[in-house]
């Protein structure tokens, strides 16, 4: 009888420690909602490929994040919790884009994710996180449609519709190159959705549209598009599609003796330009983007020196922009004092001037960046450089 009075009372106090902790162990967001044991520490997913035909963005990507992850660390991270990075490969495809960006909101519990580069693999991802209220935070699509998803969806990037008139401005004023022929990727999302922006931009600015014509990303024949083109006799190239396809481009029109310059976005940034392309493309391909390691801010010197000394190689813009999508989403998170995307979201859309890495960084009243200046980057001996800068016009 004396064991089971003893028994009694020592179930009785462990019970009413456990009342006790349940009371007052917790900590809470400011929305109210008790923390849970995966709120001890602020996820972040990385959307990008790191396999496949456009890892040349997602790999340096990931390294820009990993990077702005371990500083924030290193500093006491983000209301005195671990930063931690969670990383999947979607290979630039939107099946895997979807599975993964489910299972980070579901299993994985992250407060945001980072990525996609790519305009059409993003909204697949921006869908599922506006219903779900996670902030999606793209480091690098640049056409339409995409914060047009809701108030969780964002990107740091230049956007077309602003750099575009202002690239085919010195185009036409600055080089001279009045008549131009277009080439478009059909089965490509970024290629179909930018080429109206530069035909629009090429007409208000009073070029002419001399010929146009299409291929397919994986295509590797371009004779005949280079043939028709070739006797049109354009003053410039330009081609709104990837890396991989310019490159073969500029491969025909030299074996062709077509003596032309390439142009398009950012999409042309990858290093496999310069691999494929060869001297095809030394000084004949040029890109706009909001990123260059020539001539760089105080932030961006250290963001290089840094970046160098870590990975041993350059950074690019997409290691720019994802390191940058990092610092804004944690300068949020602190401002806000929640890392609850329901909180932080509303001042995220708050960022003003923010003096990144990858150029400073406005969110206008529908939360797209405005980003200056354009940066135009060339081939020369093998490296990708900066050729000239030209201001953002707004209208």
Same mark, same amino acid.
């Given at each position: 009888?004396?064991?089971? #009075?003893?028994?009694?009372?020592? $179930?009785?106090?462990?019970?009413?420690?456990?009342? !006790?902790?349940?009371?007052?162990?917790?900590?809470? *967001?400011?929305?109210?909602?008790?923390?849970?044991?995966?709120?001890?520490?602020?996820?972040?997913? @990385?959307?990008?490929?790191?396999?496949?035909?456009?890892?040349?963005? +997602?790999?340096?990507?990931?390294?820009? $994040? *990993?990077?702005?992850?371990?500083?924030?660390?290193?500093?006491?991270?983000? /209301?005195?919790?671990?930063?931690?990075?969670?990383?999947?490969?979607?290979?630039?495809?939107?099946?895997?884009?979807?599975?993964?960006?489910?299972?980070?909101?579901?299993?994985?519990?992250?407060?945001?994710?980072?990525?996609?580069?790519?305009?059409?693999?993003?909204?697949?991802?921006?869908?599922?996180?506006?219903?779900?209220?996670?902030?999606?935070?793209?480091?690098?699509?640049?056409?339409?449609?995409? !914060?047009?998803?809701?108030?969780?969806?964002?990107?740091?990037? /230049?956007?077309?519709?602003?750099?575009?008139?202002?690239?085919?401005?010195?185009?036409?004023?600055?080089?001279?190159?009045?008549?131009?022929?277009?080439?478009?990727?059909?089965?490509?999302?970024?290629?179909?959705?930018?080429?109206?922006?530069?035909?629009?931009?090429?007409?208000?600015?009073?070029?002419?549209?001399?010929? *146009?014509?299409?291929?397919?990303?994986?295509?590797?024949? @371009?004779?005949?598009?280079?043939?028709?083109?070739?006797?049109?006799?354009?003053?410039?190239?330009? %081609?709104?599609?990837?890396?991989?396809?310019?490159?073969?481009? &500029?491969? *025909?029109?030299?074996?062709?003796?077509?003596?032309?310059?390439?142009?398009?976005?950012?999409?042309?940034?990858?290093?496999?330009?310069?691999?494929?392309?060869?001297?095809?493309?030394?000084?004949?391909?040029?890109?706009?983007?909001?990123?260059?390691?020539?001539?760089?801010?105080?932030?961006?010197? #250290?963001?290089?020196?840094?970046?160098?000394?870590?990975?041993?190689? #350059?950074?690019?813009? %997409?290691?720019?922009?994802?390191?940058?999508?990092?610092?804004?989403?944690?300068?949020?998170?602190?401002?806000?004092?929640?890392?609850?995307?329901? !909180?932080?979201?509303? &001042? /995220?859309?708050?960022?003003?001037?923010?003096?990144?890495?990858?150029?400073?960084?406005? @969110? +206008?009243?529908?939360?797209?960046?405005?980003?200056?200046?354009?940066?135009?980057?060339? !081939?020369?001996?093998?490296?990708?450089?900066?050729?000239?800068?030209?201001?953002?016009?707004?209208?």
């Amino acid at each position: 009888m004396k064991k089971q #009075k003893l028994l009694a009372l020592f $179930m009785a106090i462990a019970m009413l420690v456990l009342v !006790v902790a349940g009371c007052g162990g917790s900590k809470t *967001e400011s929305t109210g909602t008790p923390a849970s044991k995966s709120e001890e520490v602020v996820k972040l997913g @990385f959307l990008g490929a790191l396999t496949g035909s456009v890892a040349n963005y +997602g790999i340096p990507g990931k390294k820009g $994040m *990993e990077m702005a992850i371990d500083e924030l660390n290193a500093k006491g991270g983000i /209301l005195g919790k671990k930063v931690v990075g969670i990383y999947e490969d979607n290979k630039g495809e939107s099946s895997e884009v979807a599975n993964i960006t489910q299972k980070y909101i579901s299993r994985d519990k992250v407060n945001a994710i980072i990525g996609d580069p790519c305009t059409g693999l993003t909204k697949v991802a921006a869908e599922i996180c506006q219903k779900n209220n996670v902030v999606l935070f793209s480091a690098g699509a640049t056409g339409t449609g995409v !914060v047009e998803y809701g108030d969780c969806i964002f990107r740091n990037t /230049l956007l077309d519709k602003f750099a575009v008139p202002s690239v085919v401005d010195w185009m036409i004023n600055t080089k001279g190159w009045k008549n131009i022929a277009i080439i478009t990727s059909l089965n490509n999302g970024y290629s179909t959705a930018l080429t109206p922006v530069f035909k629009e931009a090429i007409a208000a600015k009073g070029g002419k549209v001399v010929i *146009e014509e299409t291929i397919n990303d994986g295509d590797t024949d @371009f004779s005949a598009q280079v043939t028709k083109i070739k006797q049109a006799k354009p003053d410039v190239l330009v %081609f709104t599609g990837y890396y991989t396809e310019a490159a073969l481009i &500029q491969r *025909e029109a030299k074996k062709q003796g077509l003596d032309i310059t390439l142009i398009g976005g950012d999409g042309l940034y990858g290093k496999d330009l310069i691999k494929l392309g060869g001297d095809a493309v030394e000084g004949k391909v040029i890109y706009y983007c909001g990123f260059s390691s020539d001539q760089p801010s105080p932030e961006t010197a #250290k963001f290089l020196k840094d970046y160098e000394a870590r990975y041993k190689e #350059k950074p690019d813009m %997409f290691s720019a922009q994802y390191y940058d999508a990092v610092m804004i989403i944690a300068k949020a998170m602190t401002e806000a004092k929640s890392t609850n995307p329901a !909180v932080f979201k509303k &001042q /995220l859309a708050k960022t003003k001037d923010y003096p990144g890495v990858s150029g400073n960084t406005t @969110f +206008g009243p529908d939360r797209e960046p405005i980003k200056s200046p354009i940066c135009l980057i060339t !081939v020369k001996n093998g490296e990708f450089v900066l050729l000239d800068k030209i201001p953002v016009k707004v209208d």
